[in-house]
Antibody, heavy 116, light 110 residues
Framework: QVQLQESGPGLVKPSETLSLTCTVSDGSLSYHYWTWIRQPPGKGLEWVGYVFYSGSTNYNPSLKSRLTISLDTSKSQFSLKLNSVTAADSGVYYC???????????WGQGTMVTVS | QSALTQPASVSGSPGQSITISCTGTHSDVGANNLVSWYQQYPGKAPKLIIYEGTKRPSGVSGRFSGSKSGNTASLTISGLQAEDEADYYCCSSVRSSTWVFGGGTKVTVL
């Protein structure tokens, strides 16, 4: 069973760039939507964006101007970069594998990021 | 894109059935069958329990079922058990390009 693991700094200063990486355990980045989802403390889930295995991307319109998601097949990783962060960007960030059938079946354990 | 609308909380006694609604628009829930549902325990990652509106992944209890009518999707939990006490989220494709979650529903087993 493939596993996902997020990594990155837990603390980011306001106005700086939040950078996270998700490592895919079985090394396969094929034919799925490699997705980031976040959850502010005590609040609901928010879809952030994805990179398809082909390299094409799609982002939450509210984050689009600050967001880049990319794929590194040589390292079996995909990454998120969110610039000009504020306290509103604090929360648990999950990486997940989405399918063309619309479900996010596999999730990382999540990583807490605080902007302060 | 606006979050899908879910009730903040739903409760029921053990053995009962409960239904959680998820209301969107003709651009998301009403546009296709790409609605999924997730169960989340405190401090844990969400777990997929329904995809494509009505399908259950392998290993998910048959007590969970999904349906849709117009712009509203629903999750029904039958034979409610103590272990079903968790937060539940719906999610839908938006114009087949982006995704949006519901605000979440806290299920309490009385």
């Amino acid at each position: 069973q493939v596993q996902l693991q997020e990594s990155g700094p837990g603390l980011v200063k306001p106005s700086e760039t939040l950078s996270l990486t998700c490592t895919v355990s079985d090394g396969s980045l094929s034919y799925h939507y490699w997705t980031w989802i976040r959850q502010p403390p005590g609040k609901g889930l928010e879809w952030v964006g994805y990179v398809f295995y082909s390299g094409s991307t799609n982002y939450n319109p509210s984050l689009k101007s600050r967001l880049t998601i990319s794929l590194d097949t040589s390292k079996s990783q995909f990454s998120l970069k969110l610039n000009s962060v504020t306290a509103a960007d604090s929360g648990v960030y999950y990486c997940a594998r989405g399918s063309v059938m619309g479900g996010f079946a596999i999730w990382g354990q999540g990583t807490m990021v605080t902007v302060s | 894109q606006s979050a899908l609308t879910q009730p903040a909380s739903v409760s029921g006694s053990p053995g009962q059935s409960i239904t959680i609604s998820c209301t969107g628009t003709h651009s998301d829930v009403g546009a296709n069958n790409l609605v999924s549902w997730y169960q989340q325990y405190p401090g844990k990652a969400p777990k997929l329990i329904i995809y494509e509106g009505t399908k259950r992944p392998s290993g998910v209890s048959g007590r969970f079922s999904g349906s849709k009518s117009g712009n509203t999707a629903s999750l029904t939990i039958s034979g409610l058990q103590a272990e079903d006490e968790a937060d539940y989220y719906c999610c839908s494709s938006v114009r087949s390009s982006t995704w949006v979650f519901g605000g979440g529903t806290k299920v309490t087993v009385l």
